[in-house]
T-cell receptor, first 112, second 112 residues
Framework: QQQVRQSPQSLTVWEGETAILNCSYE??????FPWYQQFPGEGPALLIS?????DKKEDGRFTIFFNKREKKLSLHITDSQPGDSATYFC???????????FGDGTQLVVKP | EAAVTQSPRSKVAVTGGKVTLSCHQT?????MYWYRQDTGHGLRLIHY???????EKGDIPDGYKASRPSQENFSLILELASLSQTAVYFC???????????FGKGTRLTVV
């Protein structure tokens, strides 16, 4: 059973629009939710993260909204730029647990 | 910034041959991971280690072995490479006290 699910699989927006990437998880013990950004030919890199004690985390144009009751979260990218075109992975873990579980990713394309 | 170096960056292997992928990290991280990335499947955990001379199975360990001879080095070994093992492989590391995972740039393995 997949622990972390993402939708949509791919998303295209115009420059300046807000991109919304969705994520849901299964295990209620998960309490740390990072989002990783991956450009072609590179490894994923941490973009922004949130813990389960918060319902919102903002970093510039990137905002995570977290709904613990529904076990859902979303990444909002406002004023999307062509340079934001990448694959975004939602992940989850239970604190300092050895394991971190990744979703299958959302491929974002921002058209100029 | 944490540095995780993978070698080689790409490799073509013959079916049935032995392949060794190497990973080196320079930041004294305790945890090291090997992930496999296929289109549409995100990142799947093959093996991981939290201390030298010890490895653990991840979600898809069949056909792979891992070796952690030192804190800095973590290898992934394919004793009998198969066509289905064609993929991009990522090594990653994490500090015990920090939940951020640092990825290498990946190794593109093609088995023919």
């Amino acid at each position: 059973q997949q622990q972390v699910r993402q939708s949509p699989q791919s998303l295209t927006v115009w420059e300046g629009e807000t991109a919304i990437l969705n994520c849901s998880y299964e295990d209620s013990t998960f309490n740390y939710f990072p989002w990783y950004q991956q450009f072609p030919g590179e490894g994923p890199a941490l973009l922004i993260s949130i813990s389960s004690v918060s319902d919102k985390k903002e970093d510039g144009r990137f905002t995570i909204f977290f709904n613990k009751r529904e076990k859902k979260l979303s990444l909002h990218i406002t004023d999307s730029q062509p340079g934001d075109s990448a694959t975004y992975f939602c992940a989850a873990s239970a604190g300092n647990n050895n394991r971190i579980f990744f979703g299958d990713g959302t491929q974002l394309v921002v058209k100029p | 910034e944490a540095a995780v170096t993978q070698s080689p960056r790409s490799k073509v292997a013959v079916t049935g041959g032995k392949v060794t992928l190497s990973c080196h990290q320079t930041n004294n991280h305790d945890y090291m991971y090997w992930y496999r990335q296929d289109t549409g499947h995100g990142l799947r955990l093959i093996h991981y280690s939290y201390v030298a001379d010890s490895t653990e199975k991840g979600d898809i360990p069949d056909g792979y072995k891992a070796s952690r001879p030192s804190q800095e080095n973590f290898s992934l070994i394919l004793e009998l490479a198969s066509l289905s093992q064609t993929a991009v492989y990522f090594c990653a590391s994490r500090d015990t006290a920090n939940t951020e995972v640092f990825f290498g740039k990946g190794t593109r393995l093609t088995v023919v």
